[in-house]
């Protein structure tokens, strides 16, 4: 992102950027293959809300493999942040989804390692049918790639909100 494109937008009459940034953890855009470093998304959106653009989305994915505490805490300062720059920000402009498996995406291919999902045709299609029409932002339908247990895994999301929220009511009110 830059300030000429911003420029653009805003004058092509654009009113709302969205960013999947993925994770506010270094370790997890690496994990990811996301070509863009965590400097760059803080960049991005210092643009965009210096820009005026209020309605600014943060889109995360949680849960991949060498996901942690650590490393959805450091998610959770990146959006208080970001979602502190401006006090017409809407905090509750956060999705949060769980990472999914997917055909062809190293995930995919991971999971089947692990047998998360079954060698079988009929255990491939039983898993992809499962996931098919499931919102990833829902945990039931998640697979869990992390460490941890999945009641903790669950759980990231809802901490990351709600710190989320609670940051943005300490300095706005």
Excluded at 146 to 156: I, K, N, V
């Amino acid at each position: 992102m830059s300030p000429e494109l911003i420029d653009m937008m805003h004058e092509s009459g654009c009113c709302s950027i969205v960013y999947g940034l993925e994770s506010g953890s270094p370790k997890m855009l690496e994990v990811m293959e996301k070509r863009t470093t965590l400097e760059e998304n803080v960049q991005a959106q210092k643009l965009t809300i210096g820009k005026g653009y209020y309605s600014t989305i943060l889109q995360f994915v949680i849960g991949m493999p060498g996901e942690s505490p650590e490393t959805i805490l450091e998610t959770s300062k990146f959006a208080q942040w970001s979602m502190t720059l401006s006090k017409h920000t809407n905090p509750h402009d956060l999705s949060i989804n769980y990472a999914q498996a997917l055909p062809g995406t190293p995930l995919y291919e991971f999971a089947r390692k692990k047998l998360l999902i079954g060698r079988s045709i009929e255990d491939e299609e039983d898993y992809l049918l499962a996931v098919s029409d499931k919102n990833a932002s829902d945990p039931i339908a998640a697979l869990n790639f992390t460490d941890y247990p999945t009641l903790e895994y669950w759980s990231w999301k809802y901490k990351i909100y709600l710190e989320t929220l609670n940051e943005y009511i300490k300095t706005f009110g």
